[in-house]
C-alpha cells in the first residue's frame, strides 16, 4: 500500500472540498481498501465521510428513499424494505459475507470496481485501469467475463447484484457537488465500456452520492432475486436474475426483469418484459420470455455456457416470483 494523507469531514461541504483537491470518498472501504492494498488504487488522499446525515431509510406510500450511507445489512433486514422490496432484501443478503455487510455502505457497493482478475493484476494488460493498455480478458481467461455490453476494449462484469435489483425497480441515484444536488437514473448512472472503459459511471468529478430513490410498485412487492454462482458463499454471480410482477386474474399486468453476472453494466431485459405483459401465466410463459434473455449476447472462448445459463435463470425466477402470494 502506497502511503496517503487521511482525513475525516465533519460535514458535506468539508468532504466535496476534499474531494475537489484530489481526495476519494471512503465509507465502509470494503472495496477501496482492497483495491489500495493490490496498489491497483493510488489516492494521494482519502476522506472519511462517516459524520455525513445520509443514514435514513424512509419508505413512504409511493416511494423509498436510502441515505447512501446505510449498510448493506441495515436496508436488507428493515421490514418496510423486506415486504415492500423483497428483491433488495435478497439481493443484498447474496452479495457477501455477513461481515462484510455490517461494514460495507449503499453508495459503496454501487461504486464497486470490476473484479475482472486481469484488472485486479497491475501486471496485466487493462484498459480499466491503464487507458490504451489493451485487455488481457478478450484472449485470456473469461471463464467469468461479460456477454453483454462488451466492447473491444473491456469485457469485465459488473459487480453490484444491489444495482441489478435497483435498476429492475428504476432507482434513481441522487448526488451532490458544488453546483447542486442532481438526479441520475440508475440506467443512466453505469457506462457501457465501448472505448473508455476507464469512466464507469456519470457521477461527476467530485461528486458525492447521498441515496437512492424509487417507486413503490405492485411489482415490487411480489419480486425476488437469484443468484447462480461456483459456491453458494462470498462468490460473485455467474448469472443472476432480479424479477417483479403482478398479476391478476391469471394474467401478467406488469413486469420487470434485470440481470447480471453476464453485462458490463446491470442488464434491464426490455425485450423480457414486453414478452410476458397481458400474456396468461404459466411455464410456457416463462420460457417464451427467458428465450429473449441473451438477445444480442456476445460470449468469448469460455463464456459460451453463460448464454444458455441467463436463460435459465431468468426462466426460473420468473416461475419463483409467479407462485409468490
Same mark, same amino acid.
Given at each position: 500500500m502506497f502511503p496517503f494523507q487521511f482525513t475525516k469531514a465533519p460535514d458535506e461541504a468539508s468532504a466535496?472540498?476534499?474531494?475537489?483537491?484530489?481526495? =476519494?470518498? /471512503?465509507?465502509?472501504?470494503?472495496?477501496?481498501?482492497?483495491?489500495?492494498?493490490?496498489?491497483?488504487?493510488?489516492p494521494a488522499a482519502i476522506v472519511d465521510i462517516n459524520a455525513l446525515p &445520509?443514514?435514513?431509510?424512509?419508505?413512504?406510500?409511493? =416511494?423509498? *428513499?436510502?441515505? !447512501?450511507l446505510v449498510r448493506m445489512s441495515e436496508l436488507a433486514t428493515h421490514q418496510g424494505v423486506r415486504s415492500q422490496f423483497p428483491v433488495i432484501a435478497q439481493a443484498l443478503e447474496l452479495s457477501a459475507s455477513a461481515q462484510i455487510r455490517n461494514m460495507a455502505s /449503499?453508495?459503496?457497493?454501487?461504486?464497486?470496481?470490476?473484479?475482472?482478475? &486481469?484488472? =485486479?493484476?497491475?501486471?496485466?494488460?487493462?484498459n480499466r485501469r491503464v487507458p490504451g493498455s489493451g485487455c488481457a480478458a478478450i484472449e485470456g481467461r473469461n471463464r467469468t467475463h461479460a456477454i453483454l455490453g462488451t466492447s473491444d476494449s473491456c469485457v469485465a462484469t459488473h459487480p453490484s447484484d444491489l444495482a441489478v435489483a435497483l435498476t429492475a425497480l428504476d432507482a434513481v441515484v441522487i448526488t451532490r457537488d458544488s453546483s447542486g444536488e442532481h438526479r441520475i437514473p440508475l440506467s443512466d448512472f453505469f457506462r457501457r465500456p465501448?472505448?473508455?472503459?476507464?469512466?464507469?459511471?456519470?457521477?461527476?468529478?467530485?461528486?458525492? /452520492?447521498?441515496? /437512492?430513490?424509487?417507486? #413503490?410498485?405492485p411489482e415490487g412487492r411480489r419480486s425476488g432475486y437469484v443468484k447462480v *454462482?461456483?459456491?453458494?458463499?462470498?462468490?460473485?454471480?455467474?448469472?443472476?436474475?432480479?424479477?417483479g410482477l403482478d398479476i391478476a386474474a391469471g394474467k401478467?399486468?406488469?413486469? =420487470?426483469?434485470?440481470v447480471g453476472g453476464v453485462g458490463t453494466v446491470p442488464w434491464r431485459l426490455p425485450a423480457v418484459e414486453q414478452a410476458l405483459v397481458d400474456r396468461t401465466a404459466g411455464p410456457d410463459l416463462w420460457r417464451e420470455?427467458? !428465450?429473449?434473455?441473451?438477445?444480442?449476447?456476445?460470449?468469448? !472462448?469460455?463464456?459460451?455456457?453463460? #448464454?444458455?445459463l441467463v436463460k435459465r435463470t431468468v426462466e426460473r425466477q420468473l416461475a419463483t416470483v409467479a407462485g409468490l402470494p
Open positions: 466535496l472540498a476534499a474531494a475537489a483537491s484530489g481526495a =476519494r470518498y /471512503i465509507a465502509g472501504g470494503t472495496t477501496l481498501v482492497d483495491l489500495m492494498r493490490e496498489t491497483v488504487e493510488r &445520509y443514514r435514513d431509510i424512509d419508505l413512504q406510500a409511493t =416511494r423509498l *428513499r436510502v441515505g !447512501s /449503499i453508495g459503496g457497493n454501487l461504486m464497486q470496481r470490476p473484479r475482472c482478475l &486481469y484488472f =485486479r493484476d497491475v501486471s496485466a494488460a487493462c465501448g472505448g473508455t472503459p476507464d469512466q464507469e459511471h456519470n457521477l461527476s468529478a467530485g461528486g458525492l /452520492i447521498v441515496g /437512492i430513490e424509487m417507486p #413503490v410498485v *454462482r461456483d459456491r453458494e458463499s462470498f462468490e460473485f454471480a455467474l448469472a443472476s436474475a432480479a424479477v401478467v399486468r406488469a413486469a =420487470r426483469v434485470a420470455a427467458a !428465450s429473449h434473455a441473451a438477445d444480442g449476447a456476445k460470449p468469448l !472462448s469460455e463464456n459460451g455456457f453463460k #448464454v444458455e
